[in-house]
Nanobody, 115 residues
Framework: QVQLVESGGGLVQAGGSLRLSCAASVSVFRAYSMAWYRQAPGKQRELVAR???????NYADSVKGRFTISRDNANATVSLQMNSLKPEDTAVYYCNTHSQFYDYWGQGTQVTVSS
């Protein structure tokens, strides 16, 4: 069983920055691909960014150049640095790790960007 705990959400003005963190309780964190998803009210959950076990990253087009995903294998954490935030980034952000054999989610953290 893997537990994921997000932190770092909050209220920020447009153009501001936030950093989300996700702490994973897992024995071999470095072996896991990790991702951030978000879900805005009335919308489907969408992939924001993913980082592989080897450190390769990919991003949703809407956040490219503004968000950066990173991982700290020693501390079993994955972070999402969000810069130049826009009101449309407002959503609940979820940490996730999944494969064909498992699918784990955190409880989510609210990010609200005011205009």
């Amino acid at each position: 069983q893997v537990q994921l705990v997000e932190s770092g959400g909050g209220l920020v003005q447009a153009g501001g920055s936030l950093r989300l963190s996700c702490a994973a309780s897992v024995s071999v964190f470095r072996a896991y691909s990790m991702a951030w998803y978000r879900q805005a009210p009335g919308k489907q959950r969408e992939l924001v960014a993913r980082i592989s076990s080897g450190g390769s990253t990919n991003y949703a087009d809407s956040v490219k150049g503004r968000f950066t995903i990173s991982r700290d294998n020693a501390n079993a954490t994955v972070s999402l640095q969000m810069n130049s935030l826009k009101p449309e980034d407002t959503a609940v952000y979820y940490c996730n790790t999944h494969s064909q054999f498992y699918d784990y989610w955190g409880q989510g953290t609210q990010v609200t960007v005011s205009s």
